[in-house]
């Protein structure tokens, strides 16, 4: 049996176990391949976790895309670029190296959103390790960003900043916290919703649930919204890509 699975502080909003559930299922695999949820309240949980037989690969989510880089034996040189990983193979010679393939999720989403138009400033939600695959990929495509955060020390504005200049500026708004995500599907991103407009484009890397706070209150002046289910379905279609070279 060949073993895989995600490691996080907190996965009761995972869909991955589904997901991936479902694939094997559907090719045949169920047999052979299993896929299970792993909360650990230590990233040092790591440990043990990565000396469980058959262990074939896992994937890696909040707080611990930065966190597990050090117990890794290397990094693709795309996760050494971002400085975040959330694809880990075990390989037959006992090392464990890092990939980020939610710069594939983020490509693929940021593709369907925008389609042919063209944006050059972007803001960004939250400053973790969802961020970084999200800086990565507007730096390949030349948007330039800024980070928000509750504190300056955190990001290049605080929430306070966002006047009617700034947002006007920025048309793509991508929220990288898990503010919205379940349970709590009541919150949202406190920026000023009222300021947007049928110019802006908004992304939620959240996916459970499909349609967020964020989403709602964007669509409902206009903007165009994305949840972060493509980029779950894109990233999770790379790590099996990777587990299986």
């Known amino acids: 049996m060949r073993r895989f699975g995600l490691i996080g502080e907190t996965l009761k909003h995972s869909f991955s176990a589904k997901y991936f559930a479902e694939k094997f299922q559907r090719e045949g695999l169920a047999k ?22 058959e262990l074939a690969g896992f994937n ?3 707080p611990y895309k930065q966190q597990i880089i050090p117990f890794l034996d290397g990094l693709s040189d795309e996760a050494k670029n971002i400085g975040a990983v959330n694809c880990v193979k075990c390989e037959a010679d006992g090392r464990r190296v890092g990939y980020n393939t939610d710069v594939d999720g983020v490509r693929v989403s940021l593709d369907k959103l925008l389609g042919a138009e063209r944006v050059e400033h972007a803001l960004l939600l939250g400053s973790g390790g969802a961020a970084q695959a999200v800086k990565y990929v507007l730096s390949e495509r030349g948007i330039d960003y800024s980070v928000v955060s509750r504190s300056r020390d955190n990001g290049d504005i605080t929430y306070d900043d966002l006047d009617a200049e700034v947002m006007r500026r920025n048309r793509l708004i991508v929220n990288c916290s898990p503010v919205g995500m379940y349970p709590d599907v009541d919150k949202a991103p406190l920026i000023p919703y009222a300021m947007l407009s049928t110019s802006h484009y908004l992304f939620d890397l959240v996916y459970n649930p499909t349609q967020t706070r964020f989403m709602t209150l964007g669509a409902e002046y206009g903007a165009s919204t994305l949840s972060g289910i493509d980029m779950l379905h894109a990233q999770a279609e790379s790590a099996w890509e990777i587990w299986n070279r």
């Open 32 to 53: 052979e391949c299993c896929y299970e949820l792993y909360e650990f309240a230590d990233i040092e949980c790591v440990r043990v976790f990565m000396q469980m037989p």
């Open 60 to 62: 890696v989510t909040i």
